[in-house]
């Protein structure tokens, strides 16, 4: 039986009413109209569809919504500021990272979670950490030059 949760969504409190074990990525998408999480593979394998769920990522394609309780959600839609883009943000435009986009803001989530843990990561660190985020375009150098490039921005600011 569908019941009425609240969600803390990029900031904000919504309600939305739902199945417990609706994913989290539906809810997103369909009752919130945040679209920047994408639908891939449905099992949690590609990243597409990764979230921040305080701070952590997560494959919102999985993950129940009634599981998400009173916890902090973050899309991508929740990464820019008064206007201005997330320093990530702007290293993957400015590094030419994406091509198609469908994996970009599930990579840029996962860097972002990355560099609020390591404000100087090596390069096998990165690769590590955007493990299971997939790019079928094949831009991975370009991706991590661009999470290089944000860890340079933001190394000692607490907005990475």
């Known amino acids: 039986m569908a019941e009425t949760k609240k969600l803390r969504v990029n900031g904000g409190e919504h309600a939305v009413t ?4 609706r994913s989290l990525l539906s809810v ?12 891939g593979c449905g099992e949690g394998q590609c990243g597409a569809c990764t979230v921040l769920l305080d701070g952590k990522p997560v494959r919102s394609c999985i993950t129940p919504v009634g599981s998400v309780g009173g916890r902090a959600v973050t899309t991508i839609e929740g990464l820019e500021k008064n206007g201005a883009l997330h320093p990530v943000q702007q290293a ?15 990579m840029i989530l996962s860097a972002v979670a990355l560099l609020q843990k390591n404000h100087t990561p090596s390069e ?13 375009c094949g831009t991975y150098r370009r991706i991590v030059r661009a999470v290089q490039r944000a860890a340079e921005r933001t190394r000692g600011t607490a907005r990475a």
């Open 28 to 39: 997103l998408r369909e009752d919130l109209k945040l679209t920047g999480a994408h639908y």
């Open 92 to 106: 993957f435009l400015d590094a030419d990272a994406m091509q198609c986009g469908y994996c970009t803001p599930g």
């Open 124 to 136: 096998t660190e990165i690769e590590h950490g955007l493990q299971g985020n997939i790019c079928r």
């Open 18 to 21: 739902a199945e417990d074990d």
